[in-house]
T-cell receptor, first 115, second 113 residues
Framework: SQQGEEDPQALSIQEGENATMNCSYK?????LQWYRQNSGRGLVHLIL?????REKHSGRLRVTLDTSKKSSSLLITASRAADTASYFC???????????????FGQGTELSVKP | EAQVTQNPRYLITVTGKKLTVTCSQN?????MSWYRQDPGLGLRQIYY???????DKGDVPEGYKVSRKEKRNFPLILESPSPNQTSLYFC????????????FGQGTRLTVV
């Protein structure tokens, strides 16, 4: 399977705590992206990290990338109830041919932030 | 507002009855894709298009067709739907190959009975 794996599958925390989600993938990549999905709705892009970057920040989000281990982590600091959603990592594989901006998604982490 | 619009949002149909799910983007993006989302399997690419009249199969194309006659539209066609095509479908567009984000539609929940 080309699919990545995310860990944990589900995470429940209290408001104000930090949430960390991990993603592993199998192929060489151009970049890795994180998306958020509220229950059954469309995916919203959160952050993109290129293969030559190791860490990136955006607001309360911090993403790390270790291409030698083919893994990434997403940290959400000072979580809020509104952060409750599913979070997906997606890799843009480095292919020898153009495949239309293809993304390979992990299975997602369901985050629940309790008030 | 930049957006990808899918219709319908919900659809219940019977086995074998042809249907089309429409997708339209207003960002002049070249690349468009269809994904299906199933529990435990994440999102998988069905078909993609790199420009008008240029389409190709993704990872799970069986039972689906697409067309790209205009840059903004990328409909997904199920000629003879079957129950195993019951899923949540997403259309996505990106500006181009490389380090760009994807914009997703709100999804179409399809049930085939």
């Amino acid at each position: 399977s080309q699919q990545g794996e995310e860990d944990p599958q589900a995470l429940s925390i209290q408001e104000g705590e930090n949430a960390t989600m991990n993603c592993s993938y199998k192929t060489s990549i151009n970049n890795l992206q994180w998306y958020r999905q509220n229950s059954g709705r469309g995916l919203v892009h959160l952050i993109l990290i290129r293969s030559n970057e190791r860490e990136k920040h955006s607001g309360r989000l911090r993403v790390t990338l270790d291409t030698s281990k083919k893994s990434s982590s997403l940290l959400i600091t000072a979580s809020r109830a509104a952060d409750t959603a599913s979070y997906f990592c997606a890799t843009a594989p480095r292919l020898g041919y153009n495949q239309g901006g293809k993304l390979i998604f992990g299975q997602g982490t369901e985050l629940s932030v309790k008030p | 507002e930049a957006q990808v619009t899918q219709n319908p949002r919900y659809l219940i149909t019977v086995t074998g009855k042809k249907l089309t799910v429409t997708c339209s983007q207003n960002m002049n993006h070249e690349y468009m894709s269809w994904y299906r989302q199933d529990p435990g399997l994440g999102l998988r690419q069905i078909y993609y298009s790199m420009n008008v009249e240029v389409t190709d199969k993704g990872d799970v194309p069986e039972g689906y067709k697409v067309s790209r006659k205009e840059k903004r539209n990328f409909p997904l066609i199920l000629e003879s739907p079957s129950p195993n095509q019951t899923s949540l479908y997403f259309c996505a567009s990106t500006r181009g190959e490389g380090n760009t984000e994807a914009f997703f539609g709100q999804g179409t929940r399809l049930t085939v009975v």
